[in-house]
């Protein structure tokens, strides 16, 4: 490797920023672009150039610039089109929202709302009574709050209900979530001790009673709603664990997860609770999301009974966890729809895409394939409702098999995921393959374009 010291190094003749940005390429971008902006893309240009051995750009100093510029003023965050068949992809946002949630979105950020402030009194009001009455309506609960994620949720609720003494699961119920959480490290932080009964594979009611001691505060029951466990299983059901806790002057919660209001069994997704079911159970608190299979922004839902919540909305927790307007405004906006079931079905994309009968993916398919022509055939298969929600459970779909002759799998996913917009497919069998129950109809053109240039590039 040549010394940066040796005066033949060609490092050293790597021009200076100032003259770079003279040249009239990039002189002319100051012109377009903030002049920040512009200088940070040349100093990184000459940078990348640096760490090649001092190679200028083979496409020249002011291609170079302006490629970099572009990159840079990019948005980080972008739209894309899921073309995976996994319906709520933790990775691609969860739930997309409803016209009307994007509606209410759009129109509280145009300006100024009452956020918190009460308009009948002309006073400081709270943003903690803004969904309260409709999820009071549509779940029958005393009470209700929301926060910004179900995580923030059940860590208010065990900070609120069991700080400073001992809460009682099972180990078969020790979840982790998303991103390495998991529930022993939420409980640890909210100040509550973790009390662990059972098995991995088997607890029983006399766990519970065996474990209550005066310093008991909460008996919890976390749905498994990532993973199963068959075979040799026993576990107490949430009615019972809330009989033990109010025999024994402790609260219950329970930790929901997804956040079901329907019952979807009709379309062969069954096993999942509803948030109605928890709450039948007796619990003092009931622990959900919103951007699961409610179909809403992603949001902490903490309802039950009213002594119960009210002690959630005081604790010093809830306001480092409070949500935000944008929220607020699509969470309620996505609840009002569920006033009529019917409605709920066809307009939150969620809620339609589970129950979307498989003949009109197939004919989605078909134009699919059609468009794509060579290349691409159509077959069966199995889409999944993701989000950590009905595990185990395949739904059937129609598939766009992809089978390009001389371009690896590899190759060809990440050529749609360099598309604009982004084409997000999975490899199956060793081919590429397109779930058109993800990809909205709007979309299929979008999708054609992209997988033609793949395939042709």
Same mark, same amino acid.
């Given at each position: 490797?040549?010394?940066?010291?040796?005066?033949?190094?060609?490092?050293?003749?790597?021009?200076?920023?100032?003259?770079?940005?003279?040249?009239?390429?990039?002189?002319?971008?100051?012109?377009?672009?903030?002049?920040?902006?512009?200088?940070?893309?040349?100093?990184?240009?000459?940078?990348?150039?640096?760490?090649?051995?001092?190679?200028?750009?083979?496409?020249?100093?002011?291609?170079?610039?302006?490629?970099?510029?572009?990159?840079?003023?990019?948005?980080?965050?972008?739209?894309?089109?899921?073309?995976?068949?996994?319906?709520?992809?933790?990775?691609?946002?969860?739930?997309?929202?409803?016209?009307?949630?994007?509606?209410?979105?759009?129109?509280?950020?145009?300006?100024?709302?009452?956020?918190?402030?009460?308009?009948?009194?002309?006073?400081?009001?709270?943003?903690?009574?803004?969904?309260?009455?409709?999820?009071?309506?549509?779940?029958?609960?005393?009470?209700?709050?929301?926060?910004?994620?179900?995580?923030?949720?059940?860590?208010?609720?065990?900070?609120?209900?069991?700080?400073?003494?001992?809460?009682?699961?099972?180990?078969?119920?020790?979840?982790?979530?998303?991103?390495?959480?998991?529930?022993?490290?939420?409980?640890?932080?909210?100040?509550?001790?973790?009390?662990?009964?059972?098995?991995?594979?088997?607890?029983?009611?006399?766990?519970?009673?065996?474990?209550?001691?005066?310093?008991?505060?909460?008996?919890?029951?976390?749905?498994?709603?990532?993973?199963?466990?068959?075979?040799?299983?026993?576990?107490?059901?949430?009615?019972?664990?809330?009989?033990?806790?109010?025999?024994?002057?402790?609260?219950?919660?329970?930790?929901?997860?997804?956040?079901? #209001?329907?019952? =979807?069994? !009709?379309?062969? $997704? +069954?096993?999942?609770?509803? &948030? @109605?079911?928890?709450? /039948?159970?007796?619990?003092?608190?009931?622990?959900?999301?919103?951007?699961?299979?409610?179909?809403?922004?992603?949001?902490?839902?903490?309802?039950?009974?009213?002594?119960?919540?009210?002690?959630?909305?005081?604790?010093?927790?809830?306001?480092?966890?409070?949500?935000?307007?944008?929220?607020?405004?699509?969470?309620?906006?996505?609840?009002?729809?569920?006033?009529?079931?019917?409605?709920?079905?066809?307009?939150?994309?969620?809620?339609?895409?589970?129950?979307?009968?498989?003949?009109?993916?197939?004919?989605?398919?078909?134009?699919?394939?059609?468009?794509?022509?060579?290349?691409?055939?159509?077959?069966?298969?199995?889409?999944?409702?993701?989000?950590?929600?009905?595990?185990?459970?395949?739904?059937?779909?129609? #598939?766009?098999? =992809?089978? !390009?002759?001389? $371009? +690896?799998?590899?190759?060809? &996913? @990440?050529?749609?995921? /360099?598309?604009?917009?982004?084409?997000?497919?999975?490899?199956?069998?060793?081919?590429?393959?397109?779930?058109?129950?993800?990809?909205?109809?709007?979309?299929?053109?979008?999708?054609?374009?992209?997988?033609?240039?793949?395939?042709?590039?």
């Amino acid at each position: 490797m040549t010394d940066p010291r040796d005066p033949r190094d060609p490092r050293r003749r790597l021009p200076a920023v100032d003259a770079v940005l003279a040249e009239p390429d990039v002189a002319a971008l100051v012109a377009a672009h903030p002049r920040g902006l512009v200088v940070r893309a040349v100093r990184d240009t000459i940078e990348h150039a640096r760490a090649n051995g001092g190679a200028a750009p083979s496409e020249g100093w002011g291609a170079a610039v302006r490629a970099r510029v572009q990159r840079l003023a990019a948005p980080s965050l972008l739209p894309l089109i899921n073309a995976t068949g996994v319906v709520l992809h933790t990775n691609l946002g969860r739930a997309p929202l409803a016209r009307t949630a994007r509606d209410a979105m759009a129109r509280i950020a145009a300006g100024y709302s009452n956020l918190e402030y009460d308009l009948a009194q002309g006073t400081r009001g709270s943003r903690h009574a803004l969904c309260r009455d409709l999820l009071v309506e549509l779940t029958g609960a005393e009470d209700a709050i929301v926060v910004n994620n179900a995580a923030g949720a059940l860590l208010v609720a065990l900070s609120a209900l069991a700080r400073n003494g001992e809460a009682v699961v099972s180990r078969g119920e020790l979840v982790e979530i998303g991103g390495a959480f998991r529930i022993p490290d939420i409980m640890a932080r909210s100040g509550a001790t973790l009390v662990e009964v059972g098995t991995t594979n088997r607890t029983h009611l006399r766990d519970y009673e065996g474990a209550v001691s005066d310093r008991t505060k909460l008996l919890l029951k976390v749905h498994r709603s990532n993973f199963e466990i068959t075979g040799f299983t026993a576990e107490v059901s949430a009615q019972e664990i809330a009989g033990v806790a109010h025999a024994h002057g402790a609260a219950s919660l329970y930790d929901l997860g997804s956040g079901l #209001l329907m019952d =979807l069994s !009709p379309w062969g $997704l +069954a096993g999942e609770p509803t &948030v @109605a079911e928890a709450l /039948a159970s007796g619990v003092d608190a009931v622990v959900f999301s919103g951007d699961k299979l409610l179909g809403g922004p992603q949001a902490g839902i903490l309802l039950g009974a009213r002594a119960a919540i009210d002690a959630c909305r005081k604790d010093p927790l809830a306001r480092a966890v409070r949500s935000d307007k944008f929220t607020l405004a699509a969470l309620e906006a996505t609840l009002a729809v569920y006033r009529d079931p019917e409605r709920a079905l066809v307009e939150i994309p969620v809620l339609r895409m589970l129950t979307e009968d498989v003949e009109q993916i197939r004919q989605r398919a078909e134009t699919l394939h059609k468009d794509v022509g060579r290349d691409s055939e159509i077959v069966e298969g199995e889409s999944e409702v993701g989000g950590g929600s009905f595990p185990g459970v395949k739904l059937k779909t129609w #598939l766009v098999r =992809l089978n !390009p002759q001389q $371009l +690896a799998p590899d190759t060809l &996913v @990440a050529r749609l995921r /360099a598309n604009d917009p982004p084409i997000i497919a999975r490899i199956a069998d060793d081919r590429v393959v397109l779930d058109p129950r993800t990809i909205f109809p709007a979309e299929l053109e979008a999708v054609t374009r992209a997988v033609r240039a793949a395939l042709d590039a």
